[in-house]
């Protein structure tokens, strides 16, 4: 379980929000809505655990996160505004590489059969930079489908994919929570998650 | 203990050393004053003229103190650094900033009176001597703090990114002297020693340690002043900010 | 395959599909130790004695060129985030690029140096010395550099920054090591050069990637 107890930001000079709580059960997904610049970026930082809070608390199942019992990192997908995928590399070496960093270690097979499903059978081999904008989205998406970690945090997941691989991940954001996973999100576009679904505004 | 630990923790508030800095700088000024002129005296009427050197030493009663400052000054940055790391408290970045333009300054003040007693005694503008070697990479240091910290936006990586520097620098220190020292022994270059021949006499003692605590004084009063400056810029948006400002 | 492994061989394989990083370093370094006999003249007795001095700082340069690099890609595109967040600790994966920074930068120089060193008609006893020498020499830069990198990543006029900040924490192993190859050609021992040159190493590859690890962090905040 994530809570979140009155989180507040600063960015330079500027509060971006304060004030903000929450709680994410298993099984359920938070929408974050606002409009550009109040902070939903950083929101997710913090909780990450990349950017510190200038007040307010994370726990994670209790504890306190930077505390050395904190299981957070270890439990937690980030997929930022940056793709981390590196244009030298074919998508399946992207993969392999960033699940070896994550943990998780997909090999060959996995990683091929996740790409699969997301549609791009047949690009894997190419290096990444040919992909165009929404293909290189679906393959820093591929790593949902390819490792087990409850928390799953997303910035901005939806953006450059067509109506089909929308679909697609909102259908494996389903999957993941019917199996007990947590899901927080940020997105400019609706997301329909049903009643597992809440979504929470930042306001400047 | 607890109180103890919450006292200090008061000062570390900006808003709380803002004003015991005001209070405490004009007092540090007056006693630099004082000593620094009482060290000149001693070291321009009373000290005698040296046997091998004549009239022209004198002027390591400002070289060798302005040399000892720029190292615990250093020191000092480094400590703040630390300080700033173990409690995260937002002034100890704050002071390490405040320190080091003195820091720089006393480094070129100790270079350049090096090479103006350089000339008269060993005909060149500049020797190769260890501690003056030393000095010049410690200027390169500190320059380099500076730069660091000027270049990067933010104040709260500025701080934490300078202080990082400046600790890694410090523990180079002692390296870079020792490295240093044996490659001028090496090479055998010129040394720079200030008793060559003679033992000091006791008012040359004096009014070296007299113009050391008068530019430790006024080092104090200087970062004391100065972070008065960057209190009020970081924390602008405070209300105590802005009281004070109005 | 595990996290560091991972990170190594990711960085091989990206600079081997772009070459031209790893020969411009060893190109400059040629070009550098090149131009010091045609600025000076070319005198054997006298190229012989500056040459530890010039190859030493041309090795320098040349690998300070590749430094500023080091994680500038991985930051802008976002895989230096995925980094901090893997569950193996940070200094283990800095360790890894530095290694592989080593690999493409550090270790041709030191391979190339003895090739230079005929230009200053140096004997093959000083060439070996001078060989290991570099070899300790870059690696120390690494990690001395890197951390360097990670305090101006993506700070405005970083690469002449960098060079600053580090170029005075580096002067002790630039005077053991090129008074390594000194003592070698006047017949001394080295030995004492060499142990202190690989102490500073070992120095800097224990607590190097820990205080890079901690500056990277403060660069992601």
């Known amino acids: 379980m994530l809570s979140v107890a009155d989180l507040s930001c600063i960015r330079g000079d500027r509060t971006l929000f304060r004030g903000v709580s929450f709680t994410l059960e298993a099984g359920q997904c938070l929408h974050l809505e606002g409009g550009n610049g109040v902070g939903k970026t950083s929101l997710l930082r913090i909780v990450a655990g990349l950017s510190p809070a200038a007040q307010g608390e994370v726990r994670w199942h209790g504890a306190l996160l930077g505390s050395p019992d904190c299981q957070l990192p270890a439990q937690m997908l980030y997929l930022g505004h940056l793709l981390a995928l590196k244009d030298e590399l074919s998508a399946v070496e992207n993969l392999i590489a960033g699940g070896a960093i994550a943990g998780s270690g997909p090999n060959q097979e996995q990683a091929l059969d996740a790409l699969k499903q997301l549609g791009l059978a047949g690009r894997t081999a190419l290096p990444v930079r040919v992909l165009s904008q929404g293909q290189k989205r679906r393959v820093a998406l591929a790593r949902l489908l390819l490792q087990q970690h409850p928390l799953w945090v997303l910035d901005e997941p939806f953006v450059a994919l067509d109506a089909a691989a929308h679909a697609l991940i909102v259908r494996v954001l389903h999957g993941h929570l019917a199996q007990g996973g947590m899901v927080l999100l940020t997105s400019h576009q609706p997301v329909d998650m049903g009643t597992q679904g809440r979504s929470l505004r930042l306001d400047a | 203990m607890e109180n103890f630990k919450i006292r200090w923790f008061h000062w570390a508030a900006p808003q709380s050393f803002y004003p015991l800095a005001g209070r405490l700088w004009p007092f540090f000024g007056l006693i630099a004053a004082v000593m620094a002129l009482a060290a000149l005296y001693l070291g321009f009427f009373v000290a005698p003229t040296d046997f091998q050197q004549g009239e ?19 020191l000092a940055m480094a400590f703040w650094a630390f300080l700033g790391f173990t409690f995260n408290t937002r002034l100890s970045g704050m002071m390490t900033q405040a320190l080091a333009p003195t820091g720089a300054m006393f480094t070129f003040l100790s270079l350049w009176t090096g090479a103006l007693w350089g000339k008269p005694m ?75 021949g003679s033992s000091m006499a006791h008012t040359m003692l004096w009014a070296m340690l007299l113009m050391a605590l008068a530019f430790w004084a006024y080092s104090i009063a200087m970062a004391l002043y100065r972070v008065r400056s960057i209190i009020l810029v970081r924390e602008r948006h405070t209300q105590w900010v802005q009281e004070v400002a109005a | 395959m595990n996290a560091i492994a991972a990170v190594l061989q990711r960085d091989l394989r990206l600079a081997m599909r772009r070459k031209s990083e790893v020969l411009t370093a060893v190109f400059f370094f040629v070009v550098v130790a090149s131009l010091f006999p045609l600025a000076i003249g070319p005198e054997a007795d006298m190229l012989r004695k500056i040459a530890p001095g010039i190859l030493w700082v041309g090795a320098l340069l040349a690998s300070l060129l590749s430094l500023g690099r080091l994680f500038a890609a991985d930051y802008q595109d976002g895989t ?44 093959s006893g000083t060439m070996w010395v001078l060989f290991t020498s570099l070899l300790l020499g870059t690696a120390l830069l690494s990690f001395l550099g890197a951390v360097g990198a990670a305090l101006t990543l993506g700070v405005r006029g970083g690469e002449v920054l960098l060079s600053l900040l580090i170029l005075p924490l580096y002067i002790p192993a630039l005077v053991f090591g090129s008074g390594a190859v000194e003592a070698q050609m006047v017949g001394m021992g080295y030995g004492a050069q060499m142990s202190i040159l690989s102490a500073m190493l070992l120095l800097a590859a224990f607590f190097g990637p820990w205080a890079c690890a901690l500056a990277l962090r403060i660069a992601l905040e």
């Open chain 2, 56 to 74: 022209g030493y004198r002027i390591i009663f400002v070289h060798v103190p302005a040399s000892w400052m720029s190292m615990v000054i250093y």
């Open chain 2, 122 to 196: 060993w005909g060149a503008w500049w020797v190769w001597d260890a501690r003056l070697t030393s000095e010049l990479i410690l200027f390169f240091l500190y320059m380099g703090y500076i730069a660091l910290t000027s270049a990067i936006d933010d104040p709260r990586r500025a701080d934490r990114a300078g202080g990082l520097l400046a600790l890694v620098g410090a523990v180079n220190v002692p390296i870079i002297y020792f490295s240093v020292k044996w490659w001028n022994t090496l090479h055998q270059g010129a040394s720079v020693s200030v008793t060559k």
């Open chain 3, 80 to 123: 230096l985030e995925q980094m901090a967040l893997s569950p193996t600790p940070m200094p283990l994966l800095v360790a890894a690029k530095v290694l592989a920074h080593w690999l493409l930068s550090g270790l041709p120089l030191a391979l190339l140096s003895p090739v230079l060193a005929l230009q200053f008609d140096l004997d």
